[in-house]
């Protein structure tokens, strides 16, 4: 499998957001507007031209798809390694007490 590079998952990004914005019958104006950024951020943003965090989730704002981001980067809910019989709960290192 070959390793995308970030320009391209940009673009990738970009494209299924203007897909997205296409199917929900919305001018890039209208996007915009809605999101409080210039048509220039969004067409960038679309095009995977660089943008920011920040544009991102006003736009999913937008297209009502800011749970989007809750995909990223999921916290397991279960440690594997809790799960064998011996496991005890990793506690944090301390640093010795000064006397």
């Not at 981001?69 to 390694?81: M, S």
Request: a positive charge; charged letters at 30%; hydrophobic letters at 40%.
């Amino acid at each position: 499998m070959r390793i995308r590079t970030p320009d391209e998952i940009a673009g990738d990004v970009g494209q299924k957001l203007k897909t997205l914005r296409v199917h929900k019958n919305l001018e890039q104006a209208e996007v915009a507007a809605r999101a409080g950024i210039s048509v220039r951020s969004l067409r960038n943003l679309e095009n995977g031209d660089g943008s920011s965090l920040h544009t991102l989730i006003l736009v999913l704002r937008v297209l009502g798809r800011e749970a989007w981001l809750d995909t990223i980067a999921p916290v397991p809910t279960i440690n594997p390694v809790m799960m064998t019989r011996d496991a005890t709960p990793r506690q944090r290192a301390s640093k010795p007490r000064r006397r």
